[in-house]
Every structure is written in structure tokens, then in C-alpha cells.
């Protein structure tokens, strides 16, 4: 049997466990990232990820401090407009919100990228590091804590012995259930179609757009090209079944009468993945030798670019505790370092979690008084500013502060 000693072993190779990787490797521990899949990092490749990532500014500034941001910058488009139109009234007349980075003396609220590149970039400087390596395909078959660290067992008959295991395992995790923490899931009946739009009548000017009608938001995102999007559609699982037997043409034309023709006439470019949305919260984020990150720790609804800005915000603590335990000699996966780890993040990720499950609840509205309702509380947020202000900084998420 082959024996391999690390810092740290991360579960899970997705962007997530990717992203750990980098930032736990620059600030100087020895990292290997294990996943039973090798990352798709061409965008035409089979089994692709098509559904991209809008990293929010605190995330950006994480990224930087682990020398990842260069190689991500070239291929983002800025989003300097969060705009949200409410589409429900039954006239066609639009109310629409739009939230200014510069109000909040910020460049840009998010940077989107494609999910695959974001894997190929990261993989890419992952490689340039001696202090990190990725074994895929590499399954954890098994986690035995101890005292003096923990024994975890791989494919391929190999044995890892590290002080700290981060479960970055998903929204399944086995690690969090073989841990015996418990996970609350809840579902909305819906489900998000993920696609590439062309609109070649307008371009995006890199405003990001949530059109609100019933059944759930239909987001456009920018991409670098000015008359691309990515969209995520999100409506109830039968909706999104019907819409699937579409053929490209006519599922353009259903695509640009929900987007309410906000960017002209859409024409499907790429994609079509269906994900299904739930939501669903860690009882803590702690466990004997273990760390709960990303989608093993919480999974909310595509709103609001929350999800991997929530896990970075986790990385982000983390991250900080454990270089501090470090630098004083300490145990790095000592239970007081841990549990101040869940302490931490409990309360942002309840709230954000709350938070995107009461707009996704008022997005799915369907009767009429309900519409009126959100349309009012649109126009409330938006044109009392200081509310404005407070609802921009609080979407950008733990960290963030105003440019001076």
C-alpha cells in the first residue's frame, strides 16, 4: 500500500475544491485535492460544465491574494449593472431596478466566467505549484480521526495520513455523512435549464439581468463576448420538461418572450443543462479532522451569484484560522480551531441562505396580489437609497466594504 503524508487532503475536485487547493497551497501547506472524476477543462468536451460563475468582489479580492486572479481577469466580463425587471403585470408594462457599481464606489459588482475555463485556469496554476497535486480519478473510501490527525483511505490502494480533511464533497457528501452531521433539505418543485445566448440585436453593456414573472427568475448573465449571455432559467419541473422537447429554434422564441425581450431576439448558442433546485443547510460545519466547504456545507437556489461566494467566504475563514493556528505552532485540525471555524460562518450562511430562499419564494409567485407586492417592494428597495446602498453592499457578501 502506498502511504502519502499532506497538510491537508481536500475532497472533492470541483471548482470549489479546486479554488481550496490554490489559496491553501500559496499561504504554504502542502495540499492534495482528491476526486473520483478528472476536470473537463474544454468547454466542447463531453460532460462539460456550461453554467458559469459570476465571482463577487470579495471573492475577486481572495483570488488575487492567491495569484489566481491574473490568469482568470483576461477571460471575465465585469458586471457593473445588477439590473431586475418585474415582467408580471398582466399589461406588459416593465418595472425595472437597476443597482450601479459606482454607487457603491465599486468597478464592478461581479466578474463572470465560464465554468470550464475557471477549472482550466485553476488546474493550470495548480500545476506550477510544488506544494499542490490532484489526484483524479481518486476516490476517499474511507476516514478514520484520530488524535494525532487523520487516516483516510483511497482508490488504488493508497493511505493518506493529514492533521486536516476538507470535505468539499458536495451537496451528497459522504464525508459529512459518515461524519454524522446532519443536513436539512428542502425542495421548490423547480428545476434551471443553463444555456449560451447569442443577441445580436443589443449588446449586454455588461448589465446583468433578472426578469421576475412566475415560476422563478430568468437570469442573463454578460460574457466576455458583448452579445452573449449565459442564462439560467429557472420554472417548475414540468415547465422545464416542456421546454426541453423544444427544437433550438423554437426554443429561442420561448426563450426571448420569458426574457421580455429585454436584449432582443435570443438565439440558443450552447447548453441546455438541467439542474434541480433545492436548498439545504449543515447542522455545523465541523466534525473529528473535518472541514465542511462549499456544497457539502449549504446549496441555495441560483440567485443572487450566492452560491460559490458563499463557499469562498468559507475558504476565506478557513483559510485565516488555520494560517493563524500554523504560525502559533498549533494543530490545524484541532476540535477548538474547527468548531471556531462553524461559529463563524454559521450565521452568514443561515442568512444568505434565508435571504435567497425568501426571493426565490417571491419569484415563483403566482397569483396577482403577490405580483403587486414584490412589484411595490421593488420600487421601495430602489428608490430609498439608503436601502439601495444596504441591499448592494449586502449582496456582495462577507468582506466586502466601499471603495474610498
Known amino acids: 500500500m502506498e502511504r502519502i503524508d499532506t497538510d491537508i487532503l481536500i475532497a472533492g475536485g470541483g471548482i470549489a475544491g479546486l479554488l481550496a487547493s490554490a489559496v491553501l497551497a500559496e499561504i504554504g501547506f502542502d495540499v492534495i485535492c482528491a476526486d473520483p472524476v478528472p476536470p473537463v477543462t474544454d468547454g466542447a468536451a463531453a460532460g462539460a460544465d456550461t453554467r458559469s460563475t459570476a465571482f463577487l468582489m470579495p471573492s475577486v479580492q481572495l483570488l488575487e491574494r492567491a495569484g489566481l486572479w491574473p490568469r482568470l481577469a483576461a477571460h471575465a466580463a465585469p458586471l457593473r449593472i445588477m439590473r431586475i425587471v418585474d415582467a408580471s403585470a398582466a399589461e406588459g408594462a416593465l418595472e425595472t431596478a437597476d443597482f450601479v457599481s459606482d454607487d457603491i464606489n465599486q468597478p464592478a459588482f461581479a466578474y463572470n466566467l465560464p465554468n470550464w475555463l475557471i477549472r482550466r485556469e485553476v488546474l493550470a496554476h495548480l500545476q506550477t505549484r510544488a506544494n499542490a497535486q490532484l489526484l483524479a480519478p481518486c476516490r476517499v473510501e474511507g476516514m478514520l480521526a484520530r488524535s494525532s490527525g487523520a487516516i483516510v483511505t483511497l482508490s488504488g490502494n493508497r493511505q493518506l495520513r493529514a492533521p486536516l ?169 484541532a476540535p477548538a480551531l474547527l468548531a471556531r471555524y462553524s461559529r463563524a460562518r454559521m450565521p452568514d450562511m443561515a442568512a444568505r441562505i434565508a435571504g435567497v430562499d425568501a426571493l426565490n419564494r417571491a419569484s415563483m409567485a403566482s397569483a396577482a396580489p403577490l405580483h403587486d407586492l414584490r412589484r411595490q417592494g421593488l420600487k421601495l428597495l430602489h428608490g430609498v437609497e439608503p436601502l439601495r446602498k444596504a441591499a448592494m453592499m449586502a449582496g456582495l457578501g462577507a468582506g466586502a466594504k466601499p471603495a474610498p
Open 165 to 333: 480533511v476538507i470535505a468539499a464533497d458536495g451537496r451528497n457528501s459522504p464525508l459529512r455523512k459518515a461524519a454524522g452531521i446532519a443536513a436539512k433539505k428542502w425542495s421548490y418543485g423547480q428545476k434551471a435549464l443553463v444555456f449560451v445566448v447569442q443577441h445580436p440585436d443589443m449588446p449586454h453593456e455588461n448589465v446583468s439581468t433578472e426578469v421576475h414573472k412566475s415560476g422563478g427568475p430568468f437570469t442573463l448573465v454578460p460574457l466576455p463576448d458583448a452579445h452573449q449571455s449565459a442564462v439560467v432559467w429557472m420554472a417548475t419541473g414540468p415547465e422545464i420538461a416542456a421546454l426541453n422537447t423544444l427544437d433550438d429554434a423554437a426554443f429561442g422564441q420561448a426563450a426571448t418572450a420569458r426574457s421580455a425581450h429585454v436584449l432582443g431576439a435570443l438565439t440558443l448558442v450552447a447548453g441546455r443543462a438541467t439542474w434541480p433546485i433545492i436548498a439545504q443547510q449543515a447542522a455545523r460545519l465541523d466534525g473529528p479532522r473535518l472541514a465542511l466547504l462549499a456544497e457539502a456545507a449549504h446549496v441555495i437556489p441560483p440567485i443572487g451569484a450566492q452560491g460559490l461566494n458563499m463557499s469562498l467566504a468559507d475558504l476565506a475563514a478557513l483559510a485565516g484560522l488555520l494560517a493563524e493556528a500554523r504560525n502559533a505552532g498549533q494543530d490545524i485540525g
